[in-house]
């Protein structure tokens, strides 16, 4: 299955999702950075899919993924977390062997995984998305010095979820962020197995 990279970017960032409960949304809207009650002492998911997102917070419905934030970030703080990233599972033509990649897991603080991208209605598309997981040693860089600006996107992720469930498609497909191809450089490619 194809791998890529599909984000909302422009010269200088990239859009990533994440979906929170309502004291940290507010806060980190307020500050437009994370603070507390947001912590900096466990790993934290970035996605730059929103569709994966939707999917993953039942558009802003879950427990504590009650509120979907849009946090542009810098691309050189998110490629930085690439060039650290480690699969989390160890695949043939990505490591010489499963030691390899035990060895490259203990010791980075960046985790990546693909799952498959979804449609608007959730199915499975022919391609997969990028997970990136921040651990704590990152985790403050990126909360604190990477984040350009916060948007809060739950009365859209509603308002397209509404939509759907009234049989129109088109025009929650029109409230769709546009998403193309980011650009990788071989190196990261290789390394993401993308």
């Known amino acids: 299955m194809v791998r890529q990279v599909r984000a909302s970017y422009d010269k200088s960032t990239i859009v990533v999702y994440q979906a929170y409960?309502?004291?940290?949304?507010?806060?980190a809207l307020a500050a437009q950075k994370f603070v507390a009650p947001f912590s900096l002492a466990r790993m934290t998911w970035i996605k730059p899919s929103f569709l994966w997102m939707m999917e993953r917070s039942g558009w802003a419905t879950k427990s504590n993924q009650e509120r979907v934030l849009a946090v542009r970030i810098g691309r050189d703080g998110f490629e930085k977390a690439l060039s650290e990233a480690v699969l989390t599972h160890p695949e043939q033509g990505v490591y010489a062997d499963s030691g390899v990649w035990r060895q490259a897991m203990e010791e980075s603080r960046v985790r990546v995984q693909w799952d498959p991208e979804r449609n608007l209605r959730g199915d499975k598309l022919a391609y997969r998305?990028?997970?990136?997981?921040?651990?704590?040693?990152?985790?403050?860089?990126?909360?604190?010095?990477?984040?350009?600006?916060?948007?809060?996107?739950?009365?859209?992720?509603?308002?397209?979820?509404?939509?759907?469930?009234?049989?129109?498609?088109?025009?929650?497909q029109r409230h769709l962020p546009e998403e193309t191809l980011y650009p990788l450089n071989p190196e990261l490619a290789a390394r993401l197995g993308a």
């Open 21 to 27: 409960n309502h004291a940290i949304a507010d806060a």
């Open 129 to 172: 998305s990028i997970q990136i997981g921040l651990s704590r040693e990152l985790i403050e860089e990126y909360a604190l010095r990477w984040i350009r600006s916060i948007t809060d996107m739950t009365d859209l992720s509603h308002k397209m979820k509404r939509l759907l469930r009234e049989g129109k498609a088109d025009e929650a």
